[in-house]
């Protein structure tokens, strides 16, 4: 049987249970009509899955449609702001139901458990492909951004990152770690959890903050670049999972906590006087928060070992078209 | 040489000479930040096209950057927004420069055209796919809705319809115009007008409307659907350009009028005692605006002839998964 891509929408996507009070009309007009809050600012962002980059087209339906919203929420956590709304569109070779009831359900899952309605989209035939917007709201100049970094601020990593970038060095077949070291990185790659209490948190707290997406690295540098400063790592500082633990494979954790990406820890920067604060507040935070290096004034990122010696940067972190 | 996704960002799409001042932070931090008008609803709308469904994937991109943006401020159109924010995500099999070159003039010269500013969107490899977003603002209370039309209305369109679907129809090699005919087509296809100028006249006048993507009758029945009406559409009012006057092939046309895609004008209802402020208005278009049928409480389309007669429905329109 032929199946009506409107059927499809609002089988799949038109029933989540949640209805927020700012959204006048979600998905099935032209539009979604939506009541901004007056006197905060808007954050909108977006990012595009494509199968076999983002994530393996075999992979379990359920987990691409929790990691394509976890991305985007990644993304407004890293700017302190607070998810309202989504969009999803959605290209398709077949309209596989079974693929569909599973993405759906991952998908509004985790919007549930973020209080983000979706309000609209699109699908289309073609190669699976996932587009997802995000929209969402902070107070006025309270965003963080990349570009505010100052020497002499500190530099912490929300969790343990290198996780991800562990999953898919394994899928290479180079490095062999502990069977349950195994699944754990596998659950971190397929199901980030986006930092999004922590980016409320840290807000009119942090200077400039980032998700990593692309590496450790690679995300950091865009802070150091927008910002106009540089800055010194810690290496034997950078926090470890259990499982990074064990692996046993030096180079290859090191590799994964400065150059793998997926990650979607925030990566952020405070001024000194706003440790103690910083500390009281993250005690309470499901996840490690960890001082990993300080910006300084000279360009450039050095990565210094605890005997003071420097590690020579290898790898740049992940580039779709390097 | 490898292309950067961050150069490719930079060099194409962080250009845009047109600044807004209601946005604080564009392309090139975790997502954008803007400012809200107050007291206005915001409009948020989003479509993906994927190559050879949407475009003929040897199309010249500068058409498929213009149309990308254009089916989405017809959206907005079609809810009386007036837009303001866009962003677009693209899937690239290669960093084509040629190509990306040709595609942003297409798109940044639409979006400079209706002040709309490019606040952010993604790169990654993948199948040619395009997902752009729109927003604008709309007064409260003054957006166009599918589910406002009332018995009694009368139905318009703008433009005339069928002309895109002509282009489509004659790709199959089955119908034959002349050439001058066919240019026009094929014009009407690649570069439709997003009808925004009649989209914001028509806002606190018409009661429902819809841009017609999938086939006027697809799309009118949408409206009829929502609000719970059916119609009558008087077939021999159905507006002709010069070049669907001319085809000769009269199934063909009417299939076109009636079931093609593409046309992205505007069909909307409008209540009959509006009728004279409508033409006041409707003069200073630079499209046509003709009056094709009446709402009315029997559910179900009907279309009539001239002479009284009924036509049968064939078709319904286009959808990507029937």
Redesign the interface.
């Known amino acids: 049987m ?5 059927y ?1 929408i609002r089988r799949y996507f038109a029933r989540q249970a949640m209805a927020r009070s700012d959204v ?2 979600g998905v ?9 809050l ?2 905060e ?11 076999d ?2 994530f393996r087209v075999d992979a379990r339906p359920e987990g691409i449609g929790h990691k394509a919203l976890a991305v985007n929420l990644s ?2 956590a ?2 302190g ?1 607070r998810p309202a ?1 989504v ?1 999803l ?4 070779p077949d ?1 596989d139901e079974v693929w569909l009831a599973a993405f759906s359900r991952g998908f509004l899952r985790l919007a549930e458990q973020f209080r983000v309605q979706l ?9 699976l ?1 996932i ?1 997802v ?4 709201f ?1 107070p006025r100049g309270q ?1 963080m ?3 505010a970094a100052r020497p002499g601020d500190v530099i912490f990593v929300t969790g343990t990152p290198g996780d991800a970038g562990m999953a898919l060095a394994l899928d290479t077949g180079r490095v062999t770690v502990p069977e349950d070291a195994r699944a754990y990185f596998r659950a971190r790659l397929d199901r980030p959890t986006p930092r999004v209490a922590q980016g409320l948190a840290l807000r009119g707290l942090a200077n400039a ?3 990593i997406s692309d590496g450790l690295i690679q995300d950091l540098g865009h802070i150091l670049e ?1 910002s106009g400063v540089g800055a010194c790592l810690f290496l034997d500082q950078l926090p470890r999972s259990p499982a990074l633990a064990v692996c046993g494979d030096e180079p290859a954790v090191l590799a994964a906590q400065l150059g793998g990406g997926d990650d979607y820890e925030l990566c952020f920067t405070i001024t000194p006087s706003q440790l103690p604060r910083l500390r009281r507040i993250a005690v309470g935070w499901d996840c490690r928060c960890t001082e990993i290096g300080v910006i300084e004034a000279a360009p450039g990122l050095r990565c210094q070992r605890s005997d003071g010696t420097f590690h020579p940067l290898v790898g740049g972190g992940y ?4």
Chains 1, 2 share one sequence.
Do not use: K, N, Y
């Not at 099935?28 to 901004?36: R, V």
């Not at 580039?319 to 390097?322: I, K, V």
């Open positions: 032929a199946l009506s891509e409107f499809l006048v009309l099935g007009d032209d539009g979604a009509l939506l009541e901004p007056g006197g600012q808007l954050v909108v962002t977006t990012d595009m899955l494509a199968a980059v983002h993304d407004l890293a700017m702001a709304w969009t569109s959605l290209a398709l309209p309000i609209g989209g699109d699908m289309t035939r073609g190669p492909t587009c917007q995000a929209l969402g902070v965003a951004r990349r570009d903050a980032i998700d927008r580039d779709h078209f390097a």
